[in-house]
């Protein structure tokens, strides 16, 4: 079973900026889609963004393309979203997610995701 930890939540202004990191328990990690699903209060769990495993290909919501940015380190298990310009619907529990390694591609489906971290919390203040 592969555990999902994820950090960097936090209280921010309007138009800050949060780093998220999401590592991961097992090696297997590294040749595993990750991605990342935000749930506020009330609303349903919403894709934000994934990563394939070599990190050459990134998938990204639209409205949130220009703002944030998907990377990782496989040489250090960790996947990170970088977050710019952040706005009050911003606020959210933000999940790290990965697929088993068997399946290639990145997916706006939380159900295609087999593992899921607790998650993090994203404040952002107007």
């Known amino acids: 079973q592969v555990q999902l930890v994820e950090s960097g939540g936090g209280v921010v202004q309007a138009g800050g900026s949060l780093r998220l990191s999401c590592t991961a328990s097992d090696q297997s990690f590294t040749r595993s889609v990750v991605g990342w699903f935000r749930q506020a209060p009330g609303k349903e769990r919403e894709f934000v963004s994934a990563?394939?495993?070599?990190?050459?290909?990134?998938d990204y919501v639209q409205s949130m393309k220009d703002r944030f940015t998907i990377s990782r380190d496989n040489a250090k298990n960790t996947v990170t979203l970088q977050m710019n310009g952040l706005k009050p619907e911003d606020t959210a529990l933000y999940f790290c997610?990965?697929?088993?390694?068997?399946?290639?591609?990145?997916?706006?489906?939380?159900?295609?995701?087999?593992?899921w971290g607790p998650g993090t919390q994203v404040t952002v203040s107007s």
């Open positions: 997610v990965a697929r088993r390694p068997q399946f290639v591609y990145t997916s706006r489906d939380p159900g295609g995701y087999d593992y």
């Open positions: 990563i394939n495993s070599n990190g050459n290909h990134a």
